[in-house]
């Protein structure tokens, strides 16, 4: 493939993306903006290890599940499996809320236990810190299916507490409702 030959090529035109090393060649192929399929594309096509450098810069492309960008990339993400596990538990301990959630929803859902088991551990955090937001249950269901479930006793009373907060929260819910409904159940 003539891109990887350049891409391979030339130790002066050498940039660095997220503090690894890539050529001049490899550069160009970063996404632009979040209409540009057509690099992830490329990327694709020229295929791992050859884009390993350029990992931790694509998964933020799956952040917005509404970019033209974000599918693409997270099938990527998904056909790499073990390949990606380093840069996945990067994104799964980061601050970022929405890249957590499509990260776990979106691709660790979809991966096979060999790389589930490779970011348990960032799965169990998640469980205790994203309570009633949305990948806590999504990343005990992965989990619980891949049978990685190292303390059963601790995983569920997680689960317990989870639903006696989202019950708690329901029945706030209903009250509010019935507050501005003129008491009228909902």
Known sequence: MEVLANIMASEEDVYIVDRKRISRELKRLLPQDPNDTE?????????????????SHLIKWTRQPDWPIASPTIDLFVSLGPDAAQVVNRALHSSDRCLISQVVTK????WPKSAVELVSRALCRIMINFQLLGPDLEAAAILASHNLVEDVSWFLSTLAYDKQQAEARIAKIASIRSKISGGEPS
């Open 107 to 110: 691709i660790v859902a979809r």
């Open 39 to 55: 690099s992830i594309k490329q990327l694709r096509e020229l295929g791992y290890p050859a884009i390993e450098p350029l990992l």
